[in-house]
């Protein structure tokens, strides 16, 4: 693919298949059944002419609406030019040879302007048990966006924490939900916050 910072970030592994972002390279889905020898399946790559490096393509491990999606979050640094800050794709991944896009979500309020860095969508939890999805978003805290209508995902929650003291706002980073329902939220000056799902 030639050097456009294309390097391998954030896979993640359902059954013999690896979900890996490729930063401006988009993303690729690896058949591991020998791990010695990782097959291409498929590759996505938007980027260009979307600015910002894929980082998690996150498999729903059961299907939504009778599809097999992918939650995709490109992250909010490393933009190729000014622009928008980034969002979060579904991919159908039904026919795995050819993942198609088919719908995407933003924050509501973000502008459609270009915004420093660190303003938009960055990663999903890893670990699903059903539709609502926690995304972090970096300066816009974190955001519960439920896929059940792979077509139209909406927000449901959200939590944005105070900048802390020396910062001009926060920078909510990696996010863990446990069955019970706790959300783990990674802040990249702060710390962590715990949070309970009502």
């Not at 972090?136 to 139209?152: E, S, Y």
């Amino acid at each position: 693919w030639g050097y456009r910072e294309t390097w391998c970030h954030h896979p993640l592994r359902l059954g013999n298949r690896l979900y890996v972002g490729y930063w401006h390279a988009g993303f690729v889905i690896l058949d591991i059944d020998d791990m010695r020898k990782p097959r291409m399946v498929s590759r996505l790559d938007w980027s260009p002419p979307y600015a910002h490096p894929t980082h998690t393509a996150l498999p729903i491990p059961f299907p939504v609406s009778g599809r097999r999606l992918l939650v995709v979050t490109d992250e909010d640094v490393r933009k190729l030019r000014p622009s928008p800050p980034p969002f979060m794709w579904i991919v159908d991944i039904s026919v795995e040879t050819n993942p198609v896009p088919i719908a995407t979500f933003q924050v509501a309020g973000i502008d459609d302007m270009p915004q420093p860095e660190f303003t938009g969508c960055h990663q999903p939890a890893e670990q699903v048990y059903g539709t609502e999805i926690p995304v972090t978003w970096f300066a816009n805290g974190l955001r519960v966006v439920d896929i059940k209508n792979p077509h139209a995902p909406r927000e449901v929650a959200y939590f944005v924490p105070e900048a802390p003291k020396g910062f001009e706002r926060p920078s909510s980073n990696d996010v863990f939900l446990t069955r019970e329902g706790l959300i783990y939220l990674v802040d990249r000056q702060r710390g962590m916050h715990i949070l309970e799902r009502i």
